[in-house]
């Protein structure tokens, strides 16, 4: 079966980083579009960025544009999160999901527990 399984978040000051990673399983995780969506406390989901399965077009929600790079590694079935010049207003719970097709303008499918990123002021 497909599992998500993100790692990464803590508690960092503002100004600081901090990398996510989602580890992928029970699909062929080189053939399917990824991305990163995030829920802040009391918040709706937001979606934070998308990247195509071969890893060679990203895009990104303009509240990070410029500070997290989203990667991926598909020898490693690994997604990954740069998040760099953090700010309080992205202390979310940060989910990995799985799109539907190669590219990232259709439906995610599946979605990973979710990693706590907490950013103090």
């Known amino acids: 079966q497909v599992q998500l399984v993100e790692s990464g978040g803590g508690l960092v000051q503002a100004g600081g980083s901090l990398r996510l990673s989602c580890a992928a399983s029970?699909?062929?995780?080189?053939?399917?579009?990824m991305s990163w969506v995030r829920q802040a406390p009391g918040k709706g989901l937001e979606w934070v960025s998308g990247?195509?399965?071969?890893?060679?077009?990203?895009s990104y929600a303009d509240s990070v544009k410029g500070r997290f790079t989203i990667s991926r590694d598909n020898a490693k079935n690994t997604l990954y999160l740069q998040m760099n010049s953090l700010k309080p207003e992205d202390t979310a719970v940060y989910y990995c999901?799985?799109?539907?097709?190669?590219?990232?303008?259709?439906?995610?499918?599946?979605w990973g527990q979710g990693t706590l990123v907490t950013v103090s002021s």
């Open positions: 999901a799985k799109y539907m097709s190669s590219w990232y303008n259709y439906g995610m499918d599946y």
């Open positions: 029970g699909f062929t995780f080189g053939n399917y579009a």
């Open positions: 990247i195509d399965s071969g890893g060679g077009s990203t």
